[in-house]
């Protein structure tokens, strides 16, 4: 099909069938400008988050990590991070002297373990929610839109053989261009799907990739934690 004939057939549609010419075109903004924010934000945060566990692979302990100022906190492993900080931080306002060595302060110890855990679940849930958003626009739009294509197909050959029966021919000549124009609608359709079910696989794939890191780093962090208030408490105290 020429670059033309598309073009005519969205020109010369019905009202119903330009409607639906409309829609996919604006599905197919939407789709391409989701795929191309998810690319960036992904990349972004990764590069950012591996630079953040090189800053906390190399860290004494889980204060002593030496972030930039300028780094962004708000997302990823930081904010992980962050927030856990934050908690810990309320709990040493209450309990100035916690440790984990000492055998009275083993009811503390588990108590501290329990709400760190916590902390780190919630958070985990907050980026991984966070991660998924407009994802489920991509798998929507590609269940969605040959639907709404085959939509426009049946309504233009519907129209099509209204007019032929109006003009009392079947003949080829006659048929061929309005029966072109109606499939127009279902390639569209499929031009919008196939590009939103791929980047929905791709990106749900990378989502998993970047949560599973999430796991990871938690892990890390607790065991940071744990060694800080263990060791390195008492470590500080002998001194």
């Known amino acids: 099909m020429e670059y033309s004939t598309l073009i005519d057939a969205v020109l010369l549609s019905g009202p119903i069938t330009l409607s639906i010419f409309i829609s996919l075109l604006f599905l197919s903004v939407v789709i391409w400008a989701v795929i191309m924010g998810k690319a960036i934000q992904f990349s972004k945060e990764q590069h950012n988050d591996k630079k953040l566990?090189?800053?906390?692979s190399t860290a004494e302990d889980f204060k002593s990590i030496g972030i930039p100022k300028n780094f962004k906190q708000h997302k990823g492993f930081a904010f992980i991070y962050r927030e856990t900080c934050r908690e810990l931080d309320v709990i040493e306002e209450n309990i100035p002297d916690l440790n984990f060595h000492e055998s009275g302060m083993q009811t503390n110890k588990s108590n501290v373990e329990?709400?760190?855990?916590?902390?780190?679940?919630?958070?985990?849930?907050?980026?991984?929610?966070?991660?998924?958003?407009?994802i489920s626009i991509l798998a929507?739009?590609?269940?969605?839109?040959?639907?709404?294509?085959?939509?426009?197909?049946?309504v233009g050959i519907i129209n099509a053989f209204s007019e032929i029966g109006k003009a009392g021919s079947a003949d080829l000549a006659f048929v061929a261009p309005a029966i072109s124009e109606a499939l127009v609608?279902?390639?569209?359709?499929?031009?919008?799907a196939i590009p939103s079910s791929i980047a929905f696989n791709y990106f749900r794939g990378k989502a998993q990739l970047i949560k599973e890191g999430y796991d990871g780093f938690a892990l890390m962090l607790l065991n940071k934690i744990q060694h800080y208030y263990f060791f390195r408490k008492n470590e500080n105290e002998g001194d």
């Open 114 to 134: 329990e709400i760190v855990a916590r902390t780190l679940e919630r958070v985990k849930t907050t980026e991984q929610t966070r991660l998924d958003n407009s």
């Open 53 to 56: 566990l090189g800053y906390f």
């Open 140 to 154: 929507t739009t590609s269940n969605v839109a040959p639907f709404i294509g085959l939509l426009g197909t049946v």
């Open 185 to 192: 609608a279902t390639a569209l359709g499929l031009f919008v």
